[in-house]
């Protein structure tokens, strides 16, 4: 009859969540994207994935961290303790610490995109790139009909290094 195993239960609701990832290299953390909340909500997970809840805030309710209107999108650097927040709606990607739970305070930590890109989706690339670069992210453009090469540098910089233009809007993506 296959696995017989407790379900686990959360002990909170999500509102209108929109993404999820997992990060962190010590801690293992889901982190939640709640797009009309506009925050992020984090759950510690135990090694065997058994266990989970919600971290707590002031007062014993679970955190919710803001990030402004609409967030849509994560994605979470393998070598950091970063996760990479995609809000459409400013037109940014931002580096959010999981092991801190704060945002990165550092020039570069937030990237503005292109005036009139309705980015909707982000990706981390499968491949390693070259130093001072740590990690590659590719953004879904649709208003641009573009692929952003967004490099994470080794000071915590987002950047573009390439914009690829495409016949098409990309609506989606994956890496492989």
Request: glycine content about 4%; overall charge negative.
């Amino acid at each position: 009859m296959g696995c017989e195993e407790e379900a686990l239960t959360l002990r909170s609701a999500f509102s209108t969540p929109s993404a999820v990832v997992v990060s962190g290299i010590e801690k293992k953390r889901l982190f939640v994207a709640n797009a009309k909340e506009e925050t992020l909500q984090v759950i510690n997970l135990d090694q065997d994935l058994k266990k989970a809840e919600f971290v707590q805030a002031k007062a014993f309710f679970p955190l919710r961290v803001p990030v402004g209107p609409g967030p849509v999108e994560l994605a979470a650097s393998k070598l950091t303790n970063l996760v990479v927040v995609l809000n459409p709606l400013l037109g940014t990607i931002r580096l959010f610490d999981a092991e801190t739970l704060t945002w990165v305070d550092s020039t570069g930590a937030e990237l503005q995109l292109p005036e009139g890109s309705m980015a909707n989706a982000i990706q981390l690339s499968p491949r390693p790139c070259d130093l001072p670069c740590q990690e590659t992210f590719f953004v879904s453009l649709l208003g641009a009909s573009a692929i952003a090469r967004v490099d994470l540098l080794d000071n915590h910089t987002l950047q573009i290094e390439r914009l690829y233009a495409l016949p098409f809007a990309p609506v989606a993506m994956a890496a492989s």
